[in-house]
């Protein structure tokens, strides 16, 4: 079997490191992956740049070409939107690999226009990392339901017409999608129950698979050494928040975490607990947060991001909308208590009062009291932190995504062979018979 990964990237963002651990889940397994990447971060022989050196080259400015469309909405809200129109020549280098079986990922920053997709003429799975692919142009939704009848109106352009830029492009995916030969993969069952009430997407199989990771990687490892290593202090109780983009992106919730700590400090945790943040660097007027708070930066090796699991006592997420975090998944292979907000799939994740706890959304004084309640008492931080082990060991492994997708894999070729067959037999059939 010969299948191709495609995706913007191999590990810059977290749908980046999600897919690049399914491809070596898949190469482990004796299956011949590759990827097709735009920006390429690893030395992996298997993961290849698209394009000749042009498009490489182009591929720098596409995200700035791609969106050009949204500047004409000047009061538009600060979430990216993707209308996905640059063109570019991907699917003549996808022919050339002549995979027997594509599985698309994360598209975005002009990777992949809409209509390219309907010339790979391959099955396709696509794996959601977010609500794009039915969606007019965003990645989250926020409180909008309009992706479930067609899009226009669009509140993230803040537009008031119906046929706006997102109406443009739901209908250009509408066209698109059609006839596509394509299954989903949701990483949760959240976005599967989105993806199946969407206008676009709701006739479409869909099937839930867990991302995974490498355990031997994210794994628990001493905490005094962790803190010795990354230089943090070994007498205070950690809270580790991080993601892509941590404090500027605002569905990650920064500001509830903000507001939580403040209540956090007023119950008397000023001097017992400290803030560590990966993902953002300490900014020039960093805001009071009632607590010290060191400021990693952007961590790109495996290694480091796991010893930083390791280091804290406790991992929040406290995000306004989520899919299957990969910052949860690792934090619970690290054996590090999580806190969020029960939305998306978060609550698929943290088990309430089991590995971590599960807040009300989005009330900072129950989100703050839940981070009291795991730090608390160390006999049952103890509990919660063999808990989130068993959780990752059981669910979220990488073997155990790849072995699913494998399983949905070969299920698709074999219909595909069967297909093809009974089009032969049709044909051979329907033939006239040879002049004598």
Not at 56 to 82: C, H, M
Not at 91 to 108: E, F, K, M
Not at 273 to 285: Q, R, T
């Amino acid at each position: 079997m010969n299948v191709l990964s495609i995706g913007t990237d191999d590990s810059e963002s977290g749908a980046g490191r999600a897919a690049y651990q399914l491809h070596r889940g898949l190469r482990e397994g004796g299956i011949h992956s590759q990827m097709l990447v735009q920006n390429k971060r690893t030395d992996d022989p298997d993961v290849l740049l698209q394009g000749a050196k042009f498009w490489r080259k182009l591929a720098q400015f596409s995200p700035n070409l791609t969106a050009l469309p949204v500047g004409w909405y000047r009061d538009r809200t600060g979430e990216i939107f993707s209308p996905q129109w640059f063109p570019g020549r991907i699917a003549a280098q996808v022919r050339g690999l002549d995979p027997d079986l594509i599985n698309l990922h994360w598209l975005g920053w002009g990777f992949v226009r809409l209509e390219t997709l309907p010339q790979f003429q391959k099955p396709l799975v696509w794996t959601f990392h977010d609500m794009w692919a039915f969606t007019g142009g965003c990645h989250y939704t926020g409180e909008c339901d309009r992706y479930k009848q067609r899009c226009g109106d669009c509140p993230q352009l803040n537009s008031h017409r119906e046929q706006d830029l997102s109406r443009w492009v739901w209908k250009r995916k509408a066209k698109a999608w059609k006839n596509l030969d394509l299954t989903v993969v949701t990483p949760s069952r959240w976005l599967a129950r989105c993806a199946s009430e969407s206008s676009l997407l709701g006739d479409r199989r869909v099937e839930v698979i867990p991302n995974g990771l490498d355990l031997e990687t994210y794994k628990p490892f001493d905490r005094t050494i962790a803190r010795q290593l990354l230089k943090l202090p070994s007498d205070k109780l950690l809270v580790l928040f991080g993601a892509v983009s941590a404090t500027s992106d605002r569905r990650k919730g920064f500001h509830l975490l903000q507001s939580a700590l403040k209540h956090l400090s007023e119950l008397g945790w000023r001097d017992r607990l400290e803030l560590v943040v990966f993902g953002a660097s300490e900014p020039i007027d960093p805001p009071d947060l009632g607590f010290r708070c060191h400021y990693l930066g952007r961590l790109r090796d495996e290694l480091s991001i796991s010893l930083v699991y390791a280091a804290a006592d406790l991992f929040a997420a406290p995000s306004i909308q989520d899919n299957l975090p990969n910052t949860i998944m690792e934090a619970l292979s690290c054996g590090t208590p999580c806190i969020g907000f029960e939305i998306g799939g978060i609550g698929e994740m943290i088990e309430h009062q089991g590995n971590g706890y599960l807040a009300t959304p989005f009330e900072t004084e129950n989100f703050a009291r839940g981070i009291a309640w795991i730090l608390e008492d160390p006999e049952r931080w103890q509990k919660l932190r063999d808990r989130a082990r068993e959780k990752a060991q059981a669910e979220f492994s990488r073997d155990l995504q790849a072995r699913r997708y494998l399983d949905l894999f070969d299920e698709l070729l074999d219909r595909q062979s069967e297909r093809c067959s009974k089009g032969a037999a049709s044909r051979t059939t329907q033939a006239p018979p040879l002049q004598q």
